[in-house]
């Protein structure tokens, strides 16, 4: 059997104000490469929190994160960086796209901490941007860009390090309807050639379209669902 | 597991790369913030330069000038009124080792006007006074138009004017043989004398020859004022001995000067003034770091959500505050590159209008650019610490 992408054991994240949240509780989950899920529940449900703690932006309050075989707990907080710029790649609901650049440099911003040169990583933004459907659009600046090609642009930029996990964030959260679809097939297609995929997502009809549903409800998992394959 | 696995590393050109992001989507902010270093090494560097420019200029006129000319002089005698130097005192002047020429002037109880009919008492303050051909060259003049007293107009009755009498009596040239009316006779302009810088007195003088002064002004005084050329290693020793040597009998009634003194004076004031200045340059450069301190602070606070995607992306605290620390030291190396153009486009502007060589110390200029950059990176250290102690997941709650 292969390493999970990602595992979760027994993860609480408790935030120490009066009186204590307790954002995240006891949750176990494991992510196998290739697959696509939704992480969907309400506002406050812990969604944001597990997101943070997925991406090792956030350590646990307790239980054991491990990331393609590597668990957290053993990594400095500049070896977590370097984890994230080999492993992980991360899709936000407000896309954080440089507004001076343009889409190529911002793909290529995905490989900054990689030590890569410049030159190398552009040739590979290209790539990515052909991949997302943007390879007309290489020189705009984030500014002449739709919602929904700048939220392309970072798609590509998550994915152009060819990472081992992607996370999005409401990625469909600043975009209309038919964007939105249009955007989630983008994910379904990614993942189709092989991206492992985590959605965060309080939108339901979304969650429902993808293969696995995990529902969160007050910091813990309510349901784990996998569809059959059609 | 092994600790070293995972890296993130970024390429140092992009380094200076994303330092400029914050320069590129807001350079109004980034000129302005800029603009008080580039004064206040502006201002420095074009002190500086002055400075340095005013007194290459002083070295060149001192040696233009020579500074072994010694004026001997009567002082004021304790309780005996207006000394007078003694008639032989020339001659015993001349007679010192190192000394290499002397001349003299005599005041004369004469008047100079450009007519007969020109009021008594509108002298123009222009001193007559009796010399002789060596005077010249002595006190190293020059002439404007016409000739020096020479041994043929020594005994007659012609004048050589300096160049502030001659202005004063309106005569410019010798075209048409000017004269004037000099003591109740008509004198005959023979030459104009170029101004003298260390001898603003004789500028302003109408000099007759001494035979000319005993026969036509009945002129008898002692020499009034002992110019005299040393050897320029002697000097100082020379000027010692001159006192017992004119009035052996009266030393202390003897003022011996230098007047390239007077220069090297003024330009020592001029010292202080250049320090005034360079402190209120550095003055300028504090208030510019603490501007460009308060726009990275600034900018830290507007940029969270950047800070938080690089460190999203794999930028460590480290990449994350040296991003920040680059990008104030650019903005203050830019700042401090403008000044140092600045400076010396003042100092070439002004030294230009003076008809001085440009000269900027190599020191202000790389001391400037070095000296701005300390400030920016000093003045980013705390916003860089500030974006570098931001947790990622508190920079991307926006």
Do not use: C
Request: glycine share 10%; hydrophobic share 45%; charged share 20%.
């Amino acid at each position: 059997m292969t390493t999970p992408v990602l595992q979760l054991k027994n993860v609480s994240k408790v935030y120490p104000t009066t009186p204590p949240v307790k954002a995240v509780q006891d949750v176990d989950l494991t992510v196998e490469a290739g697959e696509l899920l939704a992480l969907v529940g309400p506002s406050g449900s812990g969604k944001s929190t597990m997101l943070h703690i997925m991406g090792t932006l956030d350590r646990p309050t307790s239980g054991e994160v491990t990331i393609v075989g590597h668990s957290v707990s053993d990594l400095s907080d500049a070896e977590l960086s370097g984890l994230r710029s080999a492993h992980i790649g991360f899709v936000f609901q407000a896309f954080y796209l440089l507004t001076g650049y343009s889409a190529l440099d911002n793909v290529a911003d995905g490989l900054l901490y990689t030590g890569m040169s410049l030159d190398d990583r552009r040739a590979r933004a290209r790539e990515a941007l052909a991949t997302v459907g943007l390879a007309h659009r290489l020189e705009h600046v984030a500014t002449q860009l739709s919602g929904g090609e700048r939220q392309r642009v970072a798609i590509a930029r998550a994915i152009v390090g060819e990472h081992s996990l992607v996370l999005a964030d409401e990625p469909t959260g600043n975009l209309d309807t038919q964007t939105s679809e249009s955007i989630v097939d983008l994910l379904r297609d990614l993942n189709r050639a092989g991206t492992t995929i985590v959605v965060v997502t309080h939108d339901l009809e979304i969650a429902e379209s993808l293969p696995r549903i995990v529902r969160l409800r007050d910091g813990s998992i309510e349901s784990d669902r996998t569809k059959k394959p059609v | 597991m092994s600790n070293g696995e995972f890296r993130s590393s970024i390429h140092p050109s992009d380094l200076v790369r994303t330092a400029t992001v914050g320069l590129r989507t807001r350079p109004m902010r980034a000129a302005l913030s800029a603009l008080g270093i580039m004064i206040g090494i502006g201002a420095m560097v074009a002190v500086l330069g002055l400075s340095e420019s005013s007194k290459a200029e002083l070295l060149d006129q001192l040696e233009r000038l020579g500074t072994n000319l010694l004026t001997v002089e009567a002082g004021i005698g304790i309780g005996r009124g207006v000394a007078e130097l003694p008639n032989e005192s020339i001659e015993m002047v001349g007679r010192i080792g190192p000394v290499e020429a002397t001349s003299f002037v005599s005041d004369v109880a004469a008047n100079v006007y450009r007519t007969d009919l020109i009021p008594v008492s509108q002298t123009g303050a222009i001193s007559v006074k009796a010399t002789e051909p060596e005077l010249l060259e002595t006190v190293g003049g020059t002439m404007a138009a016409g000739v020096f007293l020479d041994d043929a107009t020594v005994t007659y009755p012609a004048v050589v004017l300096g160049a502030v009498a001659a202005e004063r009596l309106g005569i410019d040239s010798l075209v048409g043989s000017p004269m004037v009316w000099l003591g109740e006779k008509w004198f005959a302009v023979s030459g104009i004398m170029t101004t003298l810088q260390l001898h603003p007195d004789l500028d302003r003088s109408a000099l007759v020859g001494q035979s000319t002064a005993e026969t036509f002004l009945d002129h008898e005084g002692p020499p009034t004022v002992i110019y005299v050329r040393a050897k320029p290693e002697d000097v100082l020793a020379v000027a010692d001995v001159i006192p017992a040597t004119a009035n052996p009998e009266f030393p202390d009634q003897v003022e011996v000067a230098r007047p390239t003194d007077a220069l090297e004076a003024a330009e020592a004031a001029d010292d202080t003034l250049t320090a005034l200045f360079l402190g209120l340059g550095a003055v300028a450069l504090l208030v510019g770091g603490v501007g460009i301190a308060n726009v990275m602070v600034i900018s830290v606070l507007e940029r969270r959500s950047e800070i938080g995607l690089r460190r999203a992306l794999g930028a460590t605290r480290r990449h994350i505050s040296s991003q920040f620390l680059a990008e104030s030291s650019i903005l203050a190396g830019a700042g401090g590159l403008a000044g140092v153009v600045l400076g010396v486009g003042i100092t070439a502007a002004w030294a230009f209008y003076r008809g001085w060589d440009t000269l900027v110390p190599l020191v202000a200029v790389i001391g400037g650019v070095v000296a701005a950059l300390t400030i920016g990176a000093v003045a980013g250290l705390y916003p860089a610490l500030r974006a570098a102690r931001l947790s990622p997941t508190e920079a991307l709650r926006s």
